[in-house]
């Protein structure tokens, strides 16, 4: 099983549209997570980081489920800008050192 | 304030040549991070530095790779030999810490061998 997981897509939603990413982590004793956002030949940027009351940014709202492993973006009014790939990224003590372990990401496409 | 920059942002290579990839963290950052990524495999880890010092290289592939960090602003990545199946994006990002830190990624070298 991988350490993060993540449902691949591609999600097409019309815009305005409510849209909804879940990632599941196998670690439990992992303490930092974060969603960023990869556009197309681009480096991943920081979109949000999540906390354990949940937390929003805009449209962007970001939650922490620890019981079950799993944490979720929801995206809502979807812009045509929203079209981008989103990694899960879970920060883990592995041993005795943090990593920093990235889903393979989501891939959004809002279409007009 | 200037981000993560990396050089080059292309390289094309034969099989067999060195090929040396070059970035400069975010000044004050104390941790600087070595990524490769392709459609396959995503974003992977390959070795991550505290203060200039390796902490991490299990992710290195094997030995014909290397890094290294001379000093707080700078760092290298090195295949040698290269071969076709290292083609790839090689990103370096840097940060203030670990443990609830973001990471901020440079624009990546895109590296192709033929």
């Known amino acids: 099983r991988k350490e993060v997981e993540q449902d691949p897509g591609p999600f097409n939603v019309p815009e305005g549209a409510t849209v909804a990413f879940n990632c599941t982590y196998s670690n439990s004793a992992s303490q930092s997570f974060f969603w960023y956002r990869q556009d197309c030949r681009k480096e991943p940027k920081l979109l949000m980081s999540v906390y354990s009351s949940g937390n929003e940014d805009g449209r962007f709202t970001a939650q922490l489920n620890r019981a079950s492993q799993y944490i979720s973006l929801l995206i809502r009014d979807s812009k045509l800008s929203d079209s981008a790939t989103y990694l899960c990224v879970v920060n883990s003590d592995s041993s005795g050192t943090y990593k920093y372990i990235f889903g393979t990401g989501t891939r959004l496409k809002v279409l007009a | 304030d200037a981000g993560v920059i990396q050089s080059p942002r292309h390289e094309v290579t034969e099989m067999g040549q060195e090929v040396t990839l070059r970035c400069k963290p975010i000044s004050g950052h104390d941790y600087l991070f070595w990524y490769r990524q392709t459609m396959m495999r995503g974003l992977e880890l390959l070795i991550y530095f505290n203060n200039n010092v390796p902490i991490d290289d299990s992710g290195m592939p094997e030995d014909r790779f290397s890094a290294k960090m001379p000093n707080a602003s700078f760092s290298t990545l090195k295949i040698q030999p290269s071969e076709p199946r290292d083609s790839a994006v090689y990103f370096c990002?840097?940060?203030?810490?670990?443990?609830?830190?973001?990471?901020?990624f440079g624009p990546g070298t895109r590296l192709t061998v033929t």
């Open positions: 990002a840097s940060s203030r810490g670990l443990a609830g830190y973001e990471q901020y």
